[in-house]
């Protein structure tokens, strides 16, 4: 998106809320709202027209929008990525949109910054999620069985470091502005210790962490 706004399409009932995330976002120049839905209706309708890089929702809205939804974006505009803003931070709903693809999710109480991170994240195609989203992830994964695979795993000083880092919810720009590294580095790093652990997401490299006693489970 170097050379291009992200388009960005609001699905939200609350007008105050499209308003306090269009003011949020106002002072983001590469950032521009193609459009706001009010219900799934409106959602449908604009998804073919507009053709968003990216659908700003909150499905927990009942009469308005729904779980449904995800399906409708996903088929009418494939290319178009999903952040999953909540006002409820439900497990079954949270654990719903993990399992239909939505690797950015946050709640509505999080922080400006936290919101604008979690854009970007979406529109890269990486993972975000706020630190009580990450509580419903470890609980979900922790009860899993851990059993499966014993064998020993090399993770170097600098990898082991980033492992710490994504499992705090960090993004790759974030970690690399922290690590004083490129983008293009640590994106490599990620992509390694991906494939040493055998893992495909940062919800999985979550788990392995607490497995392991990189980081501790809230």
Avoid: W
Wanted: net charge negative; glycine share 4%.
């Amino acid at each position: 998106m170097e050379n291009a706004k992200i388009r960005v399409l609001i699905a939200d009932s609350h007008f105050l809320f499209r308003e306090g995330l269009k003011n949020l976002l106002a002072g983001n120049s590469d950032i521009a709202i193609a459009g706001e839905a009010q219900n799934s209706a409106e959602l449908q309708l604009l998804l073919p027209a507009l053709t968003p890089d990216l659908v700003i929702i909150d499905f927990q809205q009942p009469g308005y929008f729904s779980r449904a939804d995800l399906s409708v974006i996903h088929e009418t505009a494939p290319q178009t990525n999903i952040l999953l803003i909540s006002s409820y931070n439900k497990k079954e709903d949270t654990l719903y949109a993990l399992e239909s693809g939505i690797n950015c999710i946050v709640l509505k109480e999080c922080g400006g910054e936290e919101v604008v991170n979690a854009i970007y994240s979406a529109v890269r195609q990486e993972k975000f999620f706020c630190h009580k989203v990450l509580d419903i992830i470890l609980d979900k994964t922790l009860s899993l069985n851990d059993a499966d695979n014993c064998d020993p795993i090399f993770l170097t000083d600098r990898e082991i470091e980033i492992v710490k880092l994504i499992a705090e919810g960090l993004t790759t720009k974030d970690i690399a502005e922290k690590l004083f590294l490129s983008f293009h580095t640590v994106s490599t790093h990620r992509k390694n210790i991906f494939r040493k652990v055998g893992i495909t997401n940062s919800s999985e490299l979550v788990r392995y962490a607490v497995r392991q006693g990189l980081v501790e489970a809230n």
